[in-house]
């Protein structure tokens, strides 16, 4: 079963996705900070892709460097980041370079559509 790491700090927002991630028979871990993702990106822990909100409460470009944890850490890891906004204009430099942006909150089915990249 691949196992997901979602990174949100919307606690509702975190339910639906793993929620509908795990319905969708993936394996979830979640973190709502930089530094709980970080830990588990530095674990043992088996990590297929990871989902993270590009701007958290206590850090606006906390996806971006959990972007860049993952790359130092776990190469060849695909991100998937979600953003509030609409346009992510001028952003996608600073993404992984294996990596999609979804706009949020998004529907359950953008989620199972991004499959290809677990």
Known sequence: MPTV???????????LAESVLQRAGYETLSA?????AQAVINSDAKLDLVVTDISLNNHPEGGITIG???EQSRDGVPMLYASGREQTDGMQ???AQNSRC?????R?????????LA
């Open 32 to 36: 709502a900070t930089v530094a709980e």
């Open 68 to 70: 860049k944890l993952v």
């Open 93 to 95: 430099s600073l993404f």
């Open 102 to 106: 979804l706009a949020s909150p998004t």
């Open 5 to 15: 790491l979602i990174v949100e700090d919307e606690a509702q927002v975190l339910i």
């Open 108 to 116: 359950a089915a953008a989620y199972r559509s991004r499959r290809e």
